[in-house]
């Protein structure tokens, strides 16, 4: 597999305050990528997705940025809140492949 | 809703036993995958499936086998357990459309004795 998600194994962020998780891939062939919550005791749930052809999505707040150039993702939470406390993966794929890829992960804490 | 279980959320065995981790989809999904998970290493793929009695080898095979003999059932087999393979287990499904977002059970943590 390619190496994806290099980046900060934890993160603090007051509650209210916006949240950004980074993440960096490797295959600049990838056209897919995706954030997954996981919070203890549960499987990963998924949060948004991005194909290569856009360079934001918004979802219920959240945001999501690709940056080709740089081949970096990034997660950006709003007012964040004691319930968005959880890891987060990134996975990327590419079309034709039937797997995603992921990260190591990044440990949110929302402190109240 | 997707809805994708795991026959046990806690499991303990004993070296040498055989493991197996049962895995249920409801969606009538035809990729179904087994990943473990380790703290600081993230998801790993072992294997997964495409179609009914198809298997592809992932990331980290070695010790394990799988079987799919109905599409909505995906077992992974640890022939002979060792401690290295305790682990939370993971499950997934996704379907073959437009989307890669694969569904993920709720996981089962394996420790071997």
């Known amino acids: 597999g390619e190496n994806v998600g290099l980046h900060l194994p934890t993160l603090s962020v007051q509650e209210g305050d916006n949240s950004i998780i980074n993440c960096a891939y490797s295959n600049s062939a990838s056209d897919y990528f995706i954030w997954y919550k996981q919070e203890s005791g549960k499987g990963p749930q998924f949060i948004i997705d991005i194909r290569s052809n856009m360079d934001k999505r918004q979802g219920q707040r959240v945001t999501v940025l690709l940056n080709k150039t740089v081949k970096h993702l990034s997660l950006q939470i709003a007012a964040t809140q004691p319930g968005d406390s959880a890891v987060y993966f990134c996975?990327?794929?590419?079309?034709?492949?039937?797997?995603?890829?992921f990260g190591t992960g990044t440990r949110l804490t929302v402190i109240p | 809703d997707v809805k994708v279980t795991q026959s046990s959320r806690y499991l303990v065995k004993r070296t040498g036993e055989k493991v197996f981790l049962e895995c249920v989809q409801d969606?009538?999904?035809?990729?179904m995958f087994w990943y473990r998970q380790d703290p600081g290493l993230g998801l790993r793929l072992i294997y997964f499936s495409y179609d009914v009695k198809m298997k592809e080898k992932g990331d980290i095979p070695e010790g394990y086998s799988v079987s799919r003999e109905k599409k909505e059932r995906f077992s992974l087999i640890l022939e002979s357990a060792s401690t290295n393979q305790t682990s939370m287990y993971l499950c997934?499904?996704?379907?073959?459309?437009?989307?890669?977002?694969?569904?993920f059970g709720p996981g089962t943590r394996l420790t071997v004795t």
């Open positions: 997934a499904s996704r379907t073959s459309g437009g989307s890669y977002e694969q569904y």
């Open positions: 996975a990327e794929s590419l079309t034709g492949a039937n797997n995603l890829f």
């Open positions: 969606m009538d999904h035809e990729n």
